[in-house]
């Protein structure tokens, strides 16, 4: 299958700081990625859309000003979780869509850990 | 919006016995995915189905898409210590720029050598 990879697997913050966590697709070009979010024991909860050259479609309850997405490439997404709070702490996971493929398998990254103090 | 109930919610048995979960959902879906994730990874795709009636193998794993389009089971066949993890069904209905999935609650498996 396709490989998707995120970077940093792991990221401990202090309260008040930013945090930015990168998706890659590796060896496919990806016009559209999706961030999750994960906390433990729960399943994945979809954040956001993220397409390539245009602004992120957020899911309801899911500020835009906190987490900011950029998909400035076809292999390059970034979420940057804002002022982060000791509640942001979870696992964050993005997922792409190999183009132009016209089936719906998505691909996930490995998944980042965000802690913060 | 829509809704979908994975049972069981966790499991415990021994290697070499054959296993079973299922998905349903309060509505149709036009694609179902099944997935596994280990602690601390993401989730690794399994089988996708893409037509109503569907039976895919891959490997000791099958997973079938319900005639109804509102459901899809997983079947685990001579289980084995690295099985264990957390499997996720995930509905899905592409097409245009929609490709979003939504996952239910998972099944963790335990299997004991």
């Known amino acids: 299958g396709a490989v998707v990879s995120q970077h940093p697997s792991r990221v401990i913050c202090k309260s008040g700081t930013s945090v930015k966590i990168e998706c890659r697709s590796l060896?496919?070009?990806?016009?559209?990625m999706f961030w999750y979010r994960q906390f433990p024991k729960q399943s994945l909860m979809l954040m956001a859309t993220?397409?390539?050259?245009?602004?992120?479609?957020?899911e309801q309850g899911v500020e835009k000003d906190k987490f900011l997405i950029n998909h400035a490439s076809l292999t390059l997404s970034t979420l940057t979780v804002t002022s982060a709070h000791p509640e942001d702490s979870s696992f964050y996971i993005c997922?792409?869509?190999?183009?132009?493929?016209?089936?719906?398998?998505?691909?996930f990254g490995e998944g980042s850990r965000l802690t913060v103090l | 919006g829509q809704q979908l109930n994975q049972s069981p919610q966790s499991m415990f048995i021994q290697e070499g016995e054959d296993v079973s979960m299922n998905c349903t959902s309060s509505?149709?879906?036009?694609?179902w995915l099944w997935y596994k994730q280990d602690p601390g990874e993401g989730p690794v795709l399994l089988i996708a189905?893409?037509?109503?009636?569907e039976l895919t193998s891959n490997g000791r794993l099958t997973a079938q898409f319900g005639i109804t389009r509102k459901d899809s089971f997983l079947n685990i066949s001579a289980s084995i210590p690295s099985d264990v993890g957390i499997y996720f069904c995930?509905?899905?209905?592409?097409?245009?720029?929609?490709?979003?999935?939504?996952f239910g609650k998972g099944t963790l498996l335990t299997v004991n050598p």
């Open positions: 509505s149709i879906f036009n694609t």
């Open positions: 189905l893409y037509k109503a009636g």
């Open positions: 060896d496919f070009q990806a016009t559209t």
């Open positions: 993220s397409n390539e050259g245009s602004k992120a479609t957020y």
């Open positions: 997922s792409a869509r190999a183009a132009p493929r016209n089936t719906g398998e998505l691909f």
């Open positions: 995930a509905g899905q209905n592409s097409g245009g720029s929609n490709y979003k999935l939504t």
